[in-house]
């Protein structure tokens, strides 16, 4: 009896030590990444790499200005494409659960979520590049604003799905007409949710490499013109970091450096906004 | 003003298939208190969100015949201009979890986009507060969120943002069913001190709620309107069988 027991207690304890082995396991590379990143790139940090442009090779103290504006660009017009196109389609799919096309958007959204961003890229580049007649960074943020949109459905349609059909109710018969029920009451109810969901999407795009490369495709110097090819933080890293300039490599250990900590940063704003605008019901 | 102010005619209500309301013709007077009775499922609550037309808000929801509020029927009326003339209140208190005590009175104007002066505004939150007996618990915090309330507290937030708006008829769906005796004992106190000014109909399975508080008892079974009468002829005096079982707690 004693021993059957101290048997399972010993089990308890292994199981619980391989947990402990596995996550540790899992979370180390992750750890090492973050620390190579930081070690290598913090020392390309200095003023002027922010707002210097890119050198041409063997001079020293080159920026990457152009890729920081062309980002920053690039998902301002991203997000103005996708957030109001996302959230009202994640409005009518929580709104009208059964319906055939709520059934087919679904279904693409989550066919979507699947696509390689190579795949987004090349499409966009045939429909949008080719018809244009160049790269440009809206095609770039057309690009973009595709991979932006499953997760921007999802989490709208999650986010009201959840919220009470009594305070729908509740504002319609106060003679609230229908629209402003959903637009004063449902949304912000639910802003935590879709705002969430809303920056996630814009980390996860930040770090885009291959859409762009078919579209915004990178300029060497700052554009502020969507209709031009524009440069962007995933681009330079990409260009120099396949360079067999050392000096290049580490412009793009310092451009991989902000990236990671653009996407941090915004990951921290994520998690202040649900606990600062928590709705509770 | 005396009289009738609701009327239904052969009313009969539908999910897809199954009748849950059936030839119901009833009147209703102004200013009477009118409990709605009967086993789960009769279609109590159907009944009355059928007056304030949010059962064709489910999908697959049907009506037949027709309910006339003061002589004009809730079909031919507009939606809204409807709702705003009788107001409900749902079973669990749901205040507007955004909003502060003070919007959620106001919330049919502010929503509606209807703008009142600030002190207009005041007014008619300190009114509406006053007359649910709530202002005296609540005039420091108006500004706190509606939710962090009592339960008591915030389905009476409920009945002040219903009556802000100045209904003639008040729809009250098993309003006590979720609190505790204490508070539902002050919406009691309300519903009496309401009825000088509005119409109630109140769904509830409490007979001794529907006892204490209502002029007439409406007795639904099965989708059918059973009986229709004074609470005490209707409890002393039952004339059919089925509400004489279910009053006497045979059934229910």
Sequence with gaps: MVTTIKYREFKNKLFKVIIILLTTVCTL?????????????????????????????????????????????????????????????????????????????????????????????????????????????????????????????????????????????????????????????????????????????????????????????????????ILKPISSLPAIIFNYAISPYEDWHKLAWGASFVLIIIVLFLNIITKIAQRKWKVQF | MEGTILKTFNFSANFGESQVLKNISIEINRNEVVAVMGP?????????????RMHELTQGATVNGDIRVDDNSIYTMNLIVLRRKIGMVFQHPNPFPTMSIYQNVVAGYLLNGIKLKKTERDEVVERSLKRVALWDEVKDDLHKKGTFLSGGQQQRLCIARSISMNPEILLLDEPTSALDPISTAKIEELIFELKKNYTIIIVTHNMQQAGRISDRTAFFYLGELLEFNDTTELFINPKHEKTQNYITGRFG
């Design chain 1, 29 to 225: 590379p992750l750890l090492l990444v973050l620390y190579k990143i930081f070690r290598e790139g913090i020392s390309a940090i200095n003023w002027d790499f922010f707002v210097n442009l890119p050198k041409p090779v063997g001079e020293t103290g080159g920026g990457i200005v152009n890729a920081l504006i062309g980002s920053v660009l690039l998902i301002l017009v991203a997000s103005v494409i996708s957030i109001p196109l996302g959230v009202f389609t994640g409005i009518y799919l929580s709104e009208y659960r059964n319906t055939k096309l709520s059934y087919f958007t679904l279904l693409s959204v989550d066919v979507l979520t699947g696509v390689p961003s190579i795949v987004i890229g090349i499409i966009i580049y045939l429909w949008v590049v080719k018809t244009m007649g160049g790269f440009s960074a809206i095609s770039g943020s057309i690009a973009l604003s595709v991979m932006m949109l499953p997760s921007i459905i999802k989490s709208t349609e999650e986010t009201l799905k959840l919220i009470p059909n009594t305070l729908k109710e509740a504002s319609l018969s106060l003679g609230v007409p229908y629209y402003r029920t959903i637009l004063k009451v449902i949304l912000p109810a639910g802003i935590t949710g879709i705002l969430s969901g809303i920056i996630l999407s814009i980390a996860r795009v930040a770090g885009e490499t291959a859409p762009l490369l078919f579209t915004a495709f990178g300029n060497p110097f700052i554009n502020t013109n």
């Design chain 2, 40 to 52: 789960s499922g009769c279609g109590k609550t159907t009944f009355i969100r059928c007056i304030n």
